[in-house]
Each structure stands twice: as C-alpha cells, then as structure tokens.
C-alpha cells in the first residue's frame, strides 16, 4: 500500500507563486514513478507532469517554463513549483504514484496511476 499526502495549497495573486508538496508513505512506498494532476473547477482531471524512478521530471507542454517538478527522495516527498500563477491555474491539485513510467509521456495516462492523494486546493484570484 502507499499513502500520498499533498499540502500547499493556498490562495494566491495573479503572478504569484507556490509550492505543493506531496508526501509518500507506506510499505510500498519505495519504486513508484509519481505524477501531478489538477482539476478545474468543471472540467475533467488533467496532467501536470510526473518525475520518474531516474528522477527525470517532466512537465505538460502548455506549463513547461512556469510548473516544475523536483523530489527529496530521502524525505520521500516530490514537489510542484507553480510560478506566474494564472487565474486558469485554479484548481485541484492532486498527486499519484504509479508502477508503469516508460515512454517520454507516461504521466499523462491517468488510468495508470494505482494511487491518489486526496488533493490540495490551489486559487489564483485578485
């Protein structure tokens, strides 16, 4: 079993930044690729980025120079930097772990992913 936790969510200005983090536990906590999705108000879940097994992060196209992904992996906690927050930005942030990672897009199949976190809120308003 895993545990994911996320946290850092919060509310922000256009512009601003923030950090999420997502915090892994449990007795299969160890070789999991963990990806990012968000959801926005609405619409369906969608993917963020993911950081491999390697530790090779990658990000969706569209959020690639704003949104980055890093690990501590003696903490055992990835993280999502978000920069140049847009109001669009607005959603629920949420933190998976899955066995399967290959192929340079492998963090956007969502199905793929055995485990969630609950998710963290995030909203970009004046």
């Known amino acids: 079993q895993v545990q994911l936790a996320e946290s850092g969510g919060d509310s922000v200005q256009p512009g601003g930044s923030l950090r999420l983090s997502c915090m892994i536990s449990?007795?299969?906590?160890?070789?999991?690729?963990i990806g990012w999705a968000r959801q926005r108000p609405g619409e369906g879940r969608e993917a963020v980025g993911g950081?491999?097994?390697?530790?090779?992060?990658s990000v969706a196209g569209s959020l690639q120079g704003r949104f980055t992904i890093s690990q501590d992996r003696a903490k055992k906690i990835v993280y999502l930097q978000m920069s140049s927050l847009r109001p669009e930005d607005t959603a629920i942030y949420s933190c998976?772990?899955?066995?399967?990672?290959?192929?340079?897009?492998?963090?956007?199949?969502?199905?793929?992913?055995?485990?969630w976190g609950q998710g963290t809120q995030v909203t970009v308003s004046s």
């Open positions: 449990g007795s299969e906590s160890s070789g999991f690729c």
């Open positions: 998976a772990a899955s066995h399967v990672c290959s192929g340079p897009t492998w963090y956007t199949v969502l199905r793929g992913y055995q485990y």
């Open positions: 950081i491999d097994r390697r530790g090779t992060a």
